[in-house]
């Protein structure tokens, strides 16, 4: 039987789960194993040192799970460790932060571009070091934290959401954005109600949908891409409750998030 190496996703809790869904999505014959952090999750609010500490223990599980690639799924994490990572592992690296930044700035008309993020992706400033060198780009950056319960919560519409959506995001509509990137991979699953107030005229560039994208063309371009068409394995791992990741996944995800195994990645 040949072993085929899988990708290792990472996030810090649930949000990555979307990153895991567009990588299956784009990469169907992939094996995958996903790693969130649940027990220290969020990362948000946590400073840079800690966030940096905590995702670099959790690449090195993954890494020592013989993956042929590492995707980190979490804005908050990329903006912590993407260059570290870049030199500690021996297997290409992919982050959520670049791809999306790349995208907005190709789609957008106007050059004013905003970003909904974590406070910890915001205090980073990664998407303002992404775009740093492109003239005329103007970037308007709003930390939206409350965003990442309801999403862990099931709530994706309803008057409450769509008031705390609308007090959020009423600075990236007073600036006149064109373009908005949903710097936090819960955020897709509120596509919906972001784009019902931002209005039609703004695009929503989805950093787990680019990652993604990201992802295959890395693998492509490295000749790692599994040719066979078979059916991928899914492996679900977390620091936390693996009823609880099950129960949310499930939520979020539907079908998607199957067993749920705890692993410990420190000493």
């Known amino acids: 039987m040949i072993c085929v190496q899988p990708i290792g996703v990472f996030d810090s809790g649930f949000g990555g789960l979307t990153v895991a869904r567009a990588v299956i999505d784009q990469l169907p014959h992939e094996d995958?194993?996903?790693?969130?952090?649940?027990?220290?999750?969020?990362?948000?609010?946590?400073?840079?040192?800690?966030?940096?500490?905590?995702?670099?223990?959790?690449?090195?599980?993954?890494?020592?799970?013989?993956?042929k690639a590492l995707v980190i799924a979490c804005n908050?994490?990329?903006?912590?460790?993407?260059?570290?990572a870049r030199e500690r592992y021996s297997?290409?690296?992919?982050?959520?932060?670049?791809?999306?930044?790349?995208?907005?700035?190709?789609?957008?008309?106007?050059?004013?571009?905003?970003v909904i993020c974590t406070q910890a992706t915001a205090n980073s400033g990664s998407y303002d070091d992404?775009?740093?060198?492109v003239p005329g780009v103007e970037l308007v950056t709003t930390p939206c934290p409350l965003f990442v319960e309801y999403v862990e919560a099931g709530v994706t519409s309803g008057a409450e959401?769509?008031?705390?959506?609308?007090?959020?995001?009423?600075?990236?509509?007073?600036?006149?954005?064109?373009?908005?990137?949903?710097?936090?991979?819960?955020?897709?699953l509120l596509s919906g109600a972001i784009s019902y107030v931002m209005g039609p005229d703004?695009?929503?560039?989805s950093s787990a949908d680019e990652c993604a994208r990201e992802a295959f063309a890395v693998l492509n371009d490295q000749g790692l891409l599994e040719e066979s068409h078979r059916q991928a394995e899914l492996r679900f791992l977390t620091t936390g409750s693996p009823e609880l990741f099950a129960g949310v996944g499930r939520r979020l995800m539907g079908g998607f998030v199957s067993q749920v195994e705890q692993v410990y990645t420190t000493a």
């Open 130 to 133: 992404a775009v740093a060198a």
């Open 76 to 84: 908050s994490a990329s903006s912590a460790v993407l260059r570290d």
């Open 32 to 67: 995958v194993v996903y790693l969130g952090d649940t027990a220290r999750a969020p990362y948000g609010p946590k400073s840079l040192p800690e966030v940096r500490e905590y995702a670099l223990e959790c690449l090195d599980y993954l890494a020592a799970q013989d993956v």
């Open 202 to 205: 703004v695009a929503l560039v």
């Open 161 to 188: 959401l769509m008031d705390v959506a609308r007090e959020y995001l009423l600075p990236l509509r007073a600036a006149d954005i064109d373009t908005l990137i949903l710097g936090c991979t819960h955020y897709p």
């Open 91 to 114: 297997v290409p690296v992919v982050d959520v932060i670049l791809p999306a930044a790349r995208r907005a700035v190709g789609i957008t008309k106007t050059g004013r571009i905003g």
